[in-house]
C-alpha cells in the first residue's frame, strides 16, 4: 500500500498562486503514475496534472495549462505549483498515485488517494 498526505492549501486571493506537496510513504518503490485532481460539487472531480514517476512525462488539463508545474516526483514528494489563481480554482485539491501507466488517459481510476486539501480563491 501506498500513504499520501497532501499539505499547502488555504485561502489566495485571484492573481496568487499555490503550492501543494504531496507526500507518500509505503511502497513509494512501486508508484509509476502521481496526480493531482480537484473537486467542486458542481464541477464533480477534475484532473489537473499528471507525471511519470520513472521519467520526464507530465501532462496537464487545459484550464491550468501554461501556469501550473507539476515536480518530478523526487525522495517520496511530488509538488504543484499553480499561478494566476482564479475563483474557478477554489476546490479541494487530491493526490493521486498508482502502479500501473498510464498516467493520463486511463480508464482505471488511481488506486491510492489522499486526504485532500482546501483551497479556496476569493
Known amino acids: 500500500h501506498v500513504q499520501l498526505v497532501e499539505s499547502g492549501g488555504g485561502s489566495v486571493q485571484p492573481g496568487g498562486s499555490l503550492r501543494l506537496s504531496c507526500a507518500a510513504s509505503?511502497?513509494?518503490?512501486?508508484?509509476?503514475?502521481m496526480a493531482w485532481f480537484r473537486q467542486t460539487p458542481e464541477k464533480g472531480r477534475q484532473k489537473v496534472a499528471t507525471t511519470y514517476t520513472r521519467g520526464p512525462i507530465t501532462e496537464y488539463a487545459d484550464f491550468v495549462k501554461g501556469r501550473s508545474t507539476i515536480s518530478h516526483y523526487t525522495n517520496n514528494t511530488m509538488n504543484l505549483q499553480v499561478d494566476e489563481l482564479i475563483p474557478d480554482d477554489t476546490a479541494g485539491y487530491y493526490c493521486a498515485a498508482d502502479t500501473k501507466t498510464p498516467c493520463w488517459n486511463r480508464v482505471s481510476e488511481y488506486k491510492y488517494w489522499g486526504q485532500g486539501t482546501q483551497v479556496t480563491v476569493s
Open positions: 509505503g511502497r513509494t518503490d512501486t508508484v509509476k503514475c
